[in-house]
């Protein structure tokens, strides 16, 4: 009886994950499975229909890139890597000592920037010059109507603590209550205009009653805890002009992509399973 019961179970279990792992449709000949879809609306907070949409957004991508036979190597990563640098007025150095703050696996950033390569290097074959550059003018108005994204603080009221050693400042991070003996604390009130461009990365990147990541600077390891931003600054259009350019050309991919996959789809053989 118990081993009839067993089998039992085990038939059940086999049919469920059938179920579970079952393709529900198939994308020029690739497959979608049930699975992929309830996971993708969990993680994504959304319904059947959008999910599906996604994801076959997503197999008709890979399926381009394969067609394409596009990559990206490490080389790309660092070139991309650079120009981000540049667009926030900063050197490479100093920009990635700021995204190995925010990013302690640093693997994690290169393979978020290995995705990004990849589209752009797949928005460059589909465009081949469809793509309009963005001229001054265009930027100009882009940088007109998107003020806020381009404004800062006028002041911002901080605590600097500076060490000799980098294990004080990151136990003053995990407990800022518990100050240790080597680490010098001081209120400082900063004008953000007036700052290089590493600092002011730094101060509009980290919200109020947060530290900023650990930087150093005069020989120390130095971390701002900022108290108060007060005032507001619209930024030069000279200074974040490169940031504005990204920008707009990022829009004009996003849509040209979207009215891309929106053809694809009309043409792709997509078959209803379940």
Same mark, same amino acid.
């Given at each position: 009886?118990?081993?009839?019961?067993?089998?039992?179970?085990?038939?059940?279990?086999?049919?469920?994950?059938?179920?579970?792992?079952?393709?529900?449709?198939?994308?020029?000949?690739?497959?979608?499975?049930?699975?992929?879809?309830?996971?993708?609306?969990?993680?994504?907070?959304?319904?059947?229909?959008?999910?599906?949409?996604?994801?076959?957004?997503?197999?008709?991508?890979?399926?381009?890139?394969?067609?394409?036979?596009?990559?990206?190597?490490?080389?790309?990563?660092?070139?991309?890597?650079?120009?981000?640098?540049?667009?926030?007025?900063?050197?490479?150095?100093?920009?990635?000592?700021?995204?190995?703050?925010?990013?302690?696996?640093?693997?994690?950033?290169?393979?978020?920037?290995?995705?990004?390569?990849?589209?752009?290097?797949?928005?460059?074959?589909?465009?081949?010059?469809?793509?309009?550059?963005?001229?001054?003018?265009?930027?100009?108005?882009?940088?007109?109507?998107?003020?806020?994204?381009?404004?800062?603080? /006028?002041?911002?009221?901080? $605590?600097?603590? =500076?060490?000799? %050693? &980098?294990?004080?400042?990151?136990?003053?991070? *995990?407990?800022? #209550?518990?100050?240790?003996?080597?680490?010098?604390?001081?209120?400082?009130?900063?004008?953000?205009?007036?700052?290089?461009?590493?600092?002011?990365?730094?101060?509009?990147?980290?919200?109020?009653?947060?530290?900023?990541?650990?930087?150093?600077?005069?020989?120390?390891?130095?971390?701002?805890?900022?108290?108060?931003?007060?005032?507001?600054?619209?930024?030069?259009?000279?200074?974040?002009?490169? /940031?504005?350019?990204?920008? $707009?050309?990022? =829009?004009?991919? %996003? &849509?040209?992509?979207?009215?891309?996959?929106? *053809?694809?789809? #009309?043409?792709?053989?997509?078959?209803?399973?379940?």
């Amino acid at each position: 009886m118990y081993k009839l019961f067993l089998a039992f179970l085990l038939c059940s279990s086999i049919s469920f994950a059938g179920v579970i792992n079952g393709i529900a449709l198939t994308v020029n000949d690739d497959p979608i499975t049930l699975y992929d879809i309830d996971q993708l609306m969990v993680t994504k907070k959304i319904d059947k229909n959008q999910a599906v949409s996604l994801l076959v957004d997503k197999v008709l991508y890979d399926q381009l890139l394969q067609k394409h036979n596009i990559s990206a190597d490490i080389f790309d990563i660092n070139e991309y890597v650079e120009k981000l640098a540049k667009s926030n007025n900063m050197d490479v150095f100093a920009f990635k000592s700021i995204v190995r703050q925010k990013y302690p696996d640093y693997s994690v950033f290169e393979e978020e920037t290995k995705n990004v390569v990849t589209r752009q290097k797949l928005i460059r074959k589909l465009v081949q010059g469809q793509l309009k550059i963005a001229t001054d003018e265009d930027m100009r108005l882009h940088y007109e109507n998107n003020k806020n994204n381009y404004s800062t603080s /006028k002041t911002v009221e901080v $605590v600097q603590y =500076l060490a000799n %050693k &980098k294990s004080s400042l990151l136990a003053v991070v *995990k407990s800022p #209550l518990l100050v240790p003996q080597d680490v010098q604390r001081n209120p400082l009130t900063l004008e953000v205009k007036q700052l290089d461009p590493q600092m002011q990365y730094l101060l509009n990147n980290t919200q109020e009653n947060s530290f900023t990541p650990i930087f150093t600077s005069n020989k120390m390891y130095n971390a701002l805890f900022i108290l108060k931003k007060e005032g507001t600054d619209t930024l030069d259009f000279e200074v974040v002009k490169n /940031k504005v350019f990204n920008e $707009v050309m990022a =829009l004009r991919e %996003k &849509k040209y992509l979207k009215d891309f996959f929106e *053809k694809q789809k #009309l043409t792709a053989d997509i078959k209803i399973i379940r």
